[in-house]
């Protein structure tokens, strides 16, 4: 079965340049995955921040941006801010299958 | 402004069906490009995508999941349901109900997500 990854955690000072990254244990992530990031904040349902690889959701700032790298999806996160510290999920579209990475800690 | 709101038991016993119904306000749940599906998430673990229908009926599920997972959909009550059969204390989670865009991984809204609990 195949698994989509993600870093447990990562690190940021404020101000700070981040990218989150989401993979698959077996093959190349692509925009036929539609790869989408959600971020979530302990007791609150996750919020979607990006989807169809690039595009922002309603209302989120532009300093969210995502993107393909090399063979992974990829969130950076550019003037990281305080409350930006928050769980990070991606997801792919696997052939009538939506799978969920394990999620990024990000600690800023 | 769109709003999902889950019900049902928050205390399941083991080999019993979970059951919860999701009820849409603000919105209409009899639209194209929409599905309406389900995701849960165990405690201090990540989130895992269950299942999602149409407002024609038509389902998807998550190929783990299958054989236990029955989702339906009552347009008139603009309501759709989540059965989740033999339940152990693996199946304990927040369940939450979802908007999915058909065409993209979008979950757009999302429902509070109360925690089920699976114990005798």
């Known amino acids: 079965q195949t698994v989509v990854t993600q870093e447990p955690s990562f690190s940021v000072s404020p101000g700070g340049t981040v990218t989150l990254t989401c993979g698959l244990s077996?093959?190349?992530?692509?925009?036929?995955?539609?790869p989408s990031w959600y971020q979530q904040t302990p007791g609150q349902a996750p919020r979607a921040l990006v989807y169809?690889?690039?595009t922002r959701s309603s209302g989120v700032p532009d300093r969210f941006s995502g993107s393909i790298v090399g063979n992974k999806a990829a969130l950076t996160i550019t003037g990281a801010q305080a409350d930006d510290e928050s769980d990070y999920y991606c997801v792919l579209y696997l052939g009538s299958n939506w799978v969920f990475g394990g999620g990024t800690k990000l600690t800023v | 402004q769109l709003q999902l709101q889950e019900s049902g038991p928050q205390l399941v016993k083991p080999s019993e069906t979970l059951s919860l119904t999701c009820s849409v306000s603000?919105?209409?749940?009899?639209?194209?490009?929409?599905?309406w599906g389900w995701i849960r998430q165990p405690p201090g673990k990540g989130l895992e995508w269950i299942g999602s229908i149409y407002y024609s009926g038509s389902t998807y599920y998550n190929p783990s999941l299958k054989s236990r997972v029955s989702v339906s959909i009552d347009t008139s009550k603009k309501q759709f349901s989540l059965n989740l059969s033999s339940v152990t204390a693996a199946d304990t989670a927040a369940y939450f109900c979802?908007?999915?865009?058909?065409?993209?991984?979008?979950?757009?809204?999302w429902g509070q997500g109360p925690l089920v609990t699976v114990s005798s």
């Open positions: 169809n690889t690039n």
């Open positions: 077996s093959g190349s992530v692509s925009t036929s995955h539609y």
């Open positions: 979802v908007r999915h865009v058909s065409w993209a991984c979008l979950f757009d809204y």
């Open positions: 603000g919105g209409s749940i009899s639209i194209t490009s929409y599905y």
